[in-house]
């Protein structure tokens, strides 16, 4: 499976951006997909997942209310919708896939097969 994300960039705060993750390879039918972020000297955290074959979408605190994670099956797109960005949403914004994904496991970085090359998201104060 490999991952491509697009739609990261510059934005003020309280701006939108929606990025984009399409997948080659393999269907997402089987696969939990989201979003990771890295800020720079953080650790990656997850922010939001949908778990495909139990229907199910997952969000972190940090951005519930604000962010929105959908899919596209036809085009094997994952999108996050990202409303009302904060300067502490910056960073690196990684895709990524895991087979058979568990619950338990969801937010988990190392739990997951696939990943894309991350896309940067910068937002000004």
């Known amino acids: 499976v490999q991952l491509v994300e697009s739609g990261g960039g510059l934005v003020q705060a309280g701006g939108s951006l929606r990025l984009s993750c399409a997948a080659s390879g393999s269907t997402f039918d089987d696969y939990a997909v989201g979003w990771f972020r890295q800020a720079p000297g953080k650790e990656r955290e997850g922010v939001s997942f949908i778990n495909h074959p139990h229907s199910k979408l997952y969000y972190a605190d940090s951005v519930k209310g604000r962010f929105t994670i959908s899919s596209d099956n036809a085009k094997n797109t994952v999108y996050l919708q990202m409303n009302s960005l904060r300067p502490e949403d910056t960073a690196v914004y990684y895709c990524?896939?895991?087979?058979?994904?568990?619950?338990?496991?969801?937010?988990?970085?190392?739990?997951?097969?696939?990943w894309g090359q991350g896309t940067q998201v910068t937002v000004s104060s």
């Open positions: 990524a896939a895991g087979w058979g994904m568990s619950e338990t496991y969801i937010f988990t970085a190392r739990a997951y097969d696939y």
